[in-house]
T-cell receptor
Framework: AQSVTQLDSHVSVSEGTPVLLRCNYS??????LFWYVQHPNKGLQLLLKYTSAATLVKGINGFEAEFKKSETSFHLTKPSAHMSDAAEYFC???????????FGTGTSLTVIP | DTGVSQDPRHKITKRGQNVTFRCDPISEHNRLYWYRQTLGQGPEFLTY????????KSRLLSDRFSAERPKGSFSTLEIQRTEQGDSAMYLC????????????FGQGTRLTVV
């Protein structure tokens, strides 16, 4: 079975400081892992994905995530938060053949000016 | 616009009425998914099509829900005899039929049952 746990429901950072959004996964198979962002009244947008190539994955808007198999983690980071980063972030796991995408409950990121 | 499109964007209906939503996936994508998202929660899987074949259905998809994808192109999701608990955002996504590919999501249909 596949599942995702996002360890923080809300994260608040000051503009210009680092962002860390934590995600742990469980998967019976080699997983594919994704981070999606959802801005208010907008659709889900893919930030980045891990598919068993490099363990450090770079995405859009300066975000990156590191796959750590030993810790079953896939945390999302960004060196410097921007006001436009304020949104809901979802960690997602899938198996390679992609019949389902399993979402975490989301982390709401607030960026303080 | 070559992304996933959903129609309508918003639907308000009275309890007991039937509603139907439409999803047009990205044209070359042969997989299509329906998800439901309630306030403060992540999207939950409802069902999945490979071309026109409905291959998986969640236990969340009660007998009042039915989804179709005739000819493997657009899809419809119908809810019969709506209940207040059906109020949610219904998301459609599509993906290529190859391994390790991501899903592309539409903006969703927000259903309010009054």
């Amino acid at each position: 079975a596949q599942s995702v746990t996002q360890l923080d429901s809300h994260v608040s950072v000051s503009e210009g400081t680092p962002v860390l959004l934590r995600c742990n996964y469980s998967s019976s198979y080699s997983p594919s892992l994704f981070w999606y962002v959802q801005h208010p009244n907008k659709g889900l947008q893919l930030l980045l994905k891990y598919t068993s190539a490099a363990t450090l994955v770079k995405g859009i808007n300066g975000f990156e995530a590191e796959f750590k198999k030993s810790e079953t983690s896939f945390h999302l980071t960004k060196p410097s938060a921007h006001m436009s980063d304020a949104a809901e972030y979802f960690c997602v796991v899938s198996v390679a053949w992609g019949n389902q995408f399993y979402f975490g409950t989301g982390t709401s990121l607030t960026v303080i000016p | 616009d070559t992304g996933v499109s959903q129609d309508p964007r918003h639907k308000i209906t009275k309890r007991g009425q039937n509603v139907t939503f439409r999803c047009d996936p990205i044209s070359e994508h042969n997989r299509l998914y329906w998800y439901r998202q309630t306030l403060g929660q992540g999207p939950e899987f409802l069902t999945y099509f490979q071309n026109e074949a409905q291959l998986e259905k969640s236990r969340l998809l009660s007998d009042r829900f039915s989804a179709e994808r005739p000819k493997g192109s657009f899809s419809t999701l119908e809810i019969q005899r709506t209940e207040q608990g059906d109020s949610a955002m219904y998301l459609c996504a599509s993906s290529l039929g190859s391994t390790n590919t991501e899903a592309f999501f539409g903006q969703g249909t927000r259903l309010t049952v009054v």
